[in-house]
């Protein structure tokens, strides 16, 4: 299965799965807004199929959208045909111009190699704020909180085709390594696999931190989050 058609399916499971962006996006808008309460602009970074950004163009008058995968942003387009998306690399981000908040979910972050890459990324995402600017990051797992060995495993229903994930992560180094498997099946093309690995780094809390305070931004570190591993929220 081609990463085109990998972008609908990962919007159907996670949607069938249960996961709220409506609530969570409302979440993270009532944090920005504690920060800066007339933020009206945000940028939302690695936006994937643009299912938390859908949700953010409800709630701030101008949102913009990033992604380094151009089939991720063929389809979230499907899904928001009159708002900016960008194709870029969060490590270099040159819009032109600055927003009131930035927001990169679904631990994104991760796929960063190392503190070298996330001192760029933060100091590229930093650059973008507006004066008293707010950014939202959701982290990975903290070295101390991954599981090694960790088996996650779901079948969901959904427009007429069943989809079932099962992922198998080890820590290897100071990187989680995770294999993800999908069987997608329905009535008339039958059932197809596909299957992909992800090299996800196991940053400290203390890098992040030390990541956005180099970057200019007072950091908080806010437990749980959306996916129970918490938030970083800077203000510029």
Sequence with gaps: MYEADLAAVYDAFYEARGK???AEAADIARE???RAPDATSLLDVACGTASHLQRFAALFDDVEGMDLSADMLAYARTKLPGVRLHQGDMRKVDLGRGFDAITSMFSSVGYLRSTTELDETMRSLAGHLTPGGVLVIEPWWFPETFLSGYVAGDVVTSGGRTIARVSHSVREGGATHMQVHFIVADAESGAEHFAASHVITL????EYE????RAGLAVEYLPGG??????FVGVG
């Design 20 to 22: 709220d962006y409506a």
């Design 32 to 34: 920005i807004r504690k």
């Design 203 to 206: 940053f400290t809390r203390q």
């Design 210 to 213: 030390q990541a956005f305070e």
């Design 226 to 231: 959306p996916s129970g591993r918490g938030l």
